[in-house]
Structure formats: C-alpha cells, structure tokens
C-alpha cells in the first residue's frame, strides 16, 4: 500500500491500516499527537477504527511543549 505520511511517501505490505496499527509500525509513541486523514481531524478516541487505505494522506504531529 502506498500513502502519503506527513509529505513523504511510504510503503506498506499491509492494505488497509489503522492509525494505531500505523503508530506500532513507525514506533511513533508520544503522547500527544494530532492526526489528519486527507485534511481531516481524526479524533484519538477514532484512531484505532479509522481506516488508511491506498492513495491516503495521512498526517501525524508530535506535539512538544517545554519552555
């Protein structure tokens, strides 16, 4: 499977990922994360349901907050 991930393109062999089974494979742990799905907020309590399939554009922002 072919997506767009944060502007890059990726390769998967699986078709058809959640956003947390997507998270174990990029090993992307921090806590807080904004997710997209084609320009669309994907809510946490969503992640492990909704779907990326082929063709996706996927985004996934680290939030950082310090001072």
Same mark, same amino acid.
């Given at each position: 499977m072919k997506i767009t991930l944060n502007n890059r393109i990726e390769y998967f062999d699986?078709?058809?990922? &959640?956003?947390?089974?997507?998270? /174990?494979? !990029?090993?992307?742990?921090?806590?807080?994360?904004? &997710?997209?799905?084609?320009?669309? /907020?994907? !809510?946490k309590e969503d992640r492990g349901t909704t779907q990326i399939h082929e063709g996706d554009d996927v985004t996934v922002l680290h939030l950082v907050s310090g001072g």
């Amino acid at each position: 499977m072919k997506i767009t991930l944060n502007n890059r393109i990726e390769y998967f062999d699986e078709d058809g990922l &959640t956003f947390e089974e997507l998270f /174990l494979i !990029k090993k992307f742990s921090f806590k807080m994360l904004v &997710t997209k799905l084609n320009g669309q /907020l994907v !809510k946490k309590e969503d992640r492990g349901t909704t779907q990326i399939h082929e063709g996706d554009d996927v985004t996934v922002l680290h939030l950082v907050s310090g001072g």
